[in-house]
């Protein structure tokens, strides 16, 4: 089974109510060598449902597309959680495992097997302000 990993450079997070609440985190990857500009991507949506359904992604086709993006659903429970990773943790990676079948014979669009967020190591006891933070 195909996977990937790629490094999170940003985010922006997007709160929106049309009938229903919507959160959705968008996490921008670093710029991959010999990409001139292209970055992996994630939208990751939170919502409720018990669906066991990952997400989907597109694989990268030269010379169209030179990125992954994925859609990635998760509980709408996980959302602040998810946040306060992103805002707290450097560096930070997303981890992807996909079928290698696309879902439609001739699409680039795969469907999502896993996804995980991860840190590097860090040590133990560091509490929640890094230690090479200022003092209050």
Request: no cysteine; aromatic share 14%.
């Amino acid at each position: 089974m195909p996977s990937g990993r790629f490094e999170v450079d940003t985010y922006r997070v997007q709160i929106s109510r049309g009938g229903s609440i919507s959160r959705v985190l968008y996490a921008l990857g670093t710029e991959a060598s010999g990409t001139e500009g292209h970055r992996d991507y994630a939208l990751l949506y939170f919502r409720d449902s018990t669906s066991a359904y990952v997400g989907s992604l597109r694989v990268p086709q030269f010379p169209t597309h030179q990125s992954f993006a994925l859609s990635v659903y998760l509980p709408i429970d996980d959302f602040d959680a998810t946040y306060r990773i992103l805002q707290t943790e450097k560096p930070l990676y997303i981890h992807f495992s996909y079928e290698h079948e696309p879902i439609n014979p001739g699409s680039v669009t795969h469907r999502m097997t896993y996804f995980y967020l991860s840190s590097e190591n860090e040590p133990l006891g560091e509490g929640p302000e890094d230690a090479g933070s200022a003092a209050p």
